[in-house]
């Protein structure tokens, strides 16, 4: 039995859990606000590694997958750093849970289910791989809920299936 997570960050970023493939979980990475300044929230670490933790089986092998990230052209200097921040929050989170981690662009794992940069092709396809899950994804809103368990079974594919 395997467990894999996909994590979207981002501060409104989602954490996919699958075992063999199957959905366990999906959730929005817990934030909270920062104060003043132009971003206004942040990555809460320790409730990010208590909801992965609450989330998976410590019985069971885990392995995460989170998307590689970089600055776009046009971004503003606070929302890079904001950004950058919370990627390394997450990649902090896991390596302190001592999960073995994949790094893998958002093309990569696209191009391996055709999808386009198009967030509400990677929802309605979350919404038919895991049936199940579609009440967490019914928004257009819960498309990082969405990408969050295809990366997972990207993972869950390429390496174990």
């Known amino acids: 039995m395997t467990i894999t997570v996909g994590i979207?960050?981002?501060?409104?970023?989602?954490?996919?859990?699958?075992?063999?493939?199957q959905y366990m979980a999906v959730f929005d990475i817990p934030s909270v606000a920062k104060g003043s300044g132009t971003v206004k929230r942040e990555i809460e670490p320790s409730g990010l590694a208590r909801e992965i933790t609450a989330n998976t089986d410590?019985?069971?092998?885990?392995?995460?997958?989170?998307?590689?990230?970089?600055?776009?052209?046009g971004q503003g200097?606070?929302?890079?750093?904001?950004?950058?921040?919370?990627?390394g929050c997450c990649r902090s989170v896991i390596a302190v849970l001592g999960y073995p981690v994949a790094l893998v662009?958002?093309?990569?794992?696209?191009?391996?289910?055709?999808?386009?940069?198009?967030?509400?092709?990677?929802?309605?396809?979350?919404?038919?791989?895991?049936p199940t899950a579609a009440h967490m994804m019914n928004l257009k809103r819960h498309s990082?809920?969405?990408?969050?368990?295809?990366?997972?079974?990207y993972l869950w594919e390429v390496k174990y299936k």
């Open 8 to 21: 979207d960050p981002g501060i409104t970023g989602a954490v996919g859990v699958l075992k063999d493939g």
């Open 58 to 73: 410590a019985k069971e092998y885990c392995e995460v997958l989170l998307e590689r990230v970089s600055a776009m052209p």
């Open 77 to 87: 200097v606070s929302s890079v750093f904001s950004f950058g921040d919370s990627y």
């Open 105 to 130: 662009t958002p093309a990569v794992w696209k191009k391996y289910f055709n999808l386009s940069r198009d967030k509400e092709e990677s929802r309605a396809l979350a919404i038919r791989l895991f």
């Open 144 to 153: 990082d809920r969405a990408e969050a368990l295809l990366m997972s079974r």
